[in-house]
């Protein structure tokens, strides 16, 4: 949890830990601590793997806006009051207040504070993974006309892609941003034989040079 204090606390913490290489799991939106793990580990030497799940991919009936950033997904909406499921995330949430006139449903794991809100906004707090059917009875029973997302990636959230899909509605889609990384793992088994090759490596006998 937490930041480590940018990438020159997060390298004072390997080194103290003694940490001989760094999985980078993290959210495909979390850039910053991306990129701080891999200017520590380039620092101290240290192996870097990035788990990067792939991203969803639209499918037969999905009706799919993309966009970059939350802001445009905010724009995207149009100017005629909609009835909107915001699960963009709770740091994404002030870009909406600069469209007050729709009305927003928003799923988030905490509610945010201190932070501008359009005026007409409910929160659901609540972490996937998610059932598809429980899913689209939500939808169908708070009148949503449309879906904001981030593209994410995985199981555990992609249910409320197929229930918009199965209901016929838009979907604004927020692409993900760039990230810095190590070693590209697709998965949580390519992050263990990433280690385990590591450690063959590490445990490779050695001529009598030391080569």
């Known amino acids: 949890m937490g930041g480590f204090g940018g990438s020159e606390g997060l390298t004072a913490w ?14 495909p939106f979390a850039v910053n601590i991306s990129a701080n793990a891999v200017t520590a580990t380039r620092a101290l030497g240290i192996p870097l793997g990035s788990l990067r799940r792939p991203a969803w991919e639209p499918r037969p009936g999905d009706r799919w806006t993309v966009v970059e950033t939350a802001e445009k997904a905010a724009a995207a909406l149009g100017e005629t009051p909609r009835r909107v499921f915001l699960t963009a ?3 994404e949430l002030p870009a909406f207040a600069a469209a007050p006139q729709h009305t927003y449903l928003a799923r988030t794991i905490d509610q945010p504070s201190d932070v501008p809100l359009p005026p007409s906004i409910r929160f659901l707090t609540d972490r996937g993974p998610f059932d598809t059917d429980a899913e689209e009875r939500l939808l169908a029973a708070e009148r949503i006309e449309v879906l904001v997302s981030k ?26 941003p760039e990230k810095p990384a190590g070693e590209n793992l697709v998965d949580v088994d390519a992050c263990v034989l990433w280690l385990e090759s590591l450690h063959a490596a590490h445990d490779a ?5 030391g080569v």
């Open 151 to 176: 593209n994410s990636g995985g199981a555990a959230t992609y249910a409320k892609i197929e229930a918009a899909r199965r209901l016929g509605l838009p979907v604004v889609m927020i692409a993900r």
């Open 14 to 27: 390997l080194e103290e830990e003694q940490i001989e290489a760094l999985i980078d799991a993290t959210h």
């Open 89 to 91: 995330g709770r740091l």
């Open 205 to 209: 006998p050695r001529s009598a040079r």
